[in-house]
């Protein structure tokens, strides 16, 4: 997801036209308004379920337990490909 699809994913598409509409004077006094919600989109990152999870409880603890799993998912999936020789 980019930070467009994340705002837009959080109801928030008047922001989205907001940053597409705005002349840099403007948009620089919205810049600490903004500043938030690209921190929070850097900490949840991109991937659908974690950003889901986050519009759902709004508790950035269970947005962890999300990456944790996605990762896990990924470590458990490739160990499934590789070859025996590959595994040391």
Do not use: W
């Not at 659908?48 to 999300?66: F, G, H, M, S, W």
């Amino acid at each position: 997801m980019t930070f467009y699809e994340f705002l837009e994913a959080l109801q928030k598409e008047n922001l989205v036209k907001i940053i597409n509409d705005l002349d840099s004077s403007l948009l620089e006094s919205l810049s600490g308004f903004l500043e938030d919600f690209l921190k929070t989109y850097f900490y949840i990152g991109g991937m659908p379920e974690a950003v889901n999870c986050y519009i759902e409880t709004q508790n950035l603890n269970d947005v962890r337990k999300v990456q944790n799993e996605i990762v896990s998912n990924y470590k458990n999936d490739f160990s499934r490909h590789i070859t025996p020789n590959d595994i040391p």
